[in-house]
């Protein structure tokens, strides 16, 4: 689809923060799309690198002069209009969208260093995957940016592995990016938004439900930790295929008991749901660390820094966060697979113990 630069009152900047594998393989798509899109977009995007020495150079050196980001997105090459920076503010400051792509354990501090800019007239899409946890209840961490800096932020979530994407293999993602409350004719919609992700081999479906996006992106790393756990057992995908339907009914759940505007649908039928749960409990990082953890019967945590290079799953934060939440709330009973998935690793019940407990709690 094409919009057309008549249906927006400008131009707009695009920037990123965050230059992970899935950070940096976002980026590339938006750098496309800004270069190819000049009706819609300025060409130059600036992307946040937490600086760091490979051999000897800067990471943001090696960026932009050999456009690879060597370290954690290897072999891809990368758009010349591309600007690795490691100046946070510099990188936020002349944009107009803010792609925010981090690890959801950074974001606090993230806000707490920009928090004296003035954000009213910039827009965000959090591709974050994670809640975050309070006294209070949990909050969706696009909530948590509106909150702290004050711009209109959506979510993007999908079934995307940030390597396939950045090969180019086709898939799908959601993103949700309700009207700005003073919404006015020529500003940014979803559908502005859909035109900077959008790519041949990346397809866009738009969605108003900023809540089950965004909890399709934080528990299908819990349940994939899940399905990690029986694979390490040697269950097979029988087991496998059992708990991901117990994730549904959990995510769904947790999605009706604590967001009025949930939809059930998004889980169900969209890529940031069912499909993104799929793909994740077969080849995202979290299976793949719980799996070992099991097979090795090791600490999930030093399985972690031995295979991701540096990198978080996600998903063991996620699983702390949620369990600190359903006790405090007392309804732990009522998740016996989130629950049984935390008991197995950091209480030490036996495998067989996670089948029991669905057992106990079945809803046949």
């Known amino acids: 689809m094409s919009t057309g630069s008549?249906?927006?009152?400008?131009?707009?900047?695009?920037a990123v923060v965050g230059s992970g594998n899935w950070g940096t393989a976002v980026a590339k798509l938006v750098a496309e799309n800004c270069a190819e899109k000049n009706e819609l977009f300025e060409k130059e995007v600036k992307m946040w690198v937490f600086e760091e020495k490979i051999d000897g150079k800067n990471l943001t050196e090696i960026i932009n002069t050999e456009h690879e980001n060597v370290k954690y997105l290897p072999d891809i090459k990368l758009p010349e209009n591309l600007v690795a920076n490691p100046d946070l503010r510099d990188v936020v400051m002349d944009a107009d969208i803010i792609v925010i792509n981090i690890p959801h354990q950074f974001l606090r501090n993230i806000c707490k260093q920009l928090a004296d800019i003035d954000f009213s007239k910039k827009y965000a899409i959090s591709c974050l995957k994670g809640l975050n946890i309070s006294p209070k209840g949990p909050e969706l961490l696009s909530d948590y940016i509106v909150e702290h800096l004050g711009l209109h932020?959506?979510?993007?979530?999908?079934?995307?592995?940030?390597?396939?994407?950045?090969?180019?293999?086709?898939?799908?993602?959601?993103?949700?990016?309700?009207?700005?409350?003073?919404f006015k004719?020529?500003?940014?919609?979803?559908?502005?938004?859909?035109?900077?992700?959008e790519r041949p081999y990346f397809h866009v479906q738009v969605s108003e439900d900023t809540a089950g996006v965004s909890i399709g992106g934080a528990l299908k790393n819990v349940i994939a930790i899940g399905a990690g756990i029986v694979e390490g057992a040697g269950w097979g995908d029988n087991a496998k295929s059992g708990i991901m339907r117990h994730g549904i009914v959990e995510m769904v759940k947790f999605g009706k008991t604590f967001f009025p505007t949930f939809k059930a649908r998004t889980i169900c039928y969209e890529s940031a749901g069912v499909a993104d749960l799929i793909t994740t409990c077969s080849a995202g990082r979290n299976v793949k660390v719980a799996r070992e953890a099991i097979r090795q019967n090791r600490p999930i945590e030093e399985i972690e820094k031995e295979l991701l290079n540096g990198q978080s799953a996600q998903g063991v934060i996620t699983m702390d966060e949620v369990h600190e939440l359903l006790t405090?709330?007392?309804?732990?009973?009522?998740?016996?697979?989130?629950?049984?998935?935390?008991?197995?690793?950091?209480?030490?019940?036996?495998v067989e113990g996670l089948v029991q407990q669905l057992l106990e709690a079945r809803d046949d």
Not at 157 to 175: L, P
Not at 328 to 350: C, D, S, T, W
């Open 6 to 14: 008549s249906n927006y009152s400008r131009k707009y900047k695009a």
């Open 185 to 197: 004719e020529g500003d940014p919609d979803a559908l502005l938004m859909r035109e900077l992700f």
């Open 328 to 350: 405090n709330q007392n309804i732990y009973h009522e998740f016996p697979l989130m629950a049984a998935i935390y008991k197995v690793i950091r209480e030490g019940l036996p």
């Open 153 to 182: 932020c959506g979510v993007l979530s999908g079934a995307n592995i940030a390597s396939e994407v950045a090969k180019e293999k086709w898939c799908e993602t959601t993103v949700a990016f309700p009207p700005h409350p003073e």
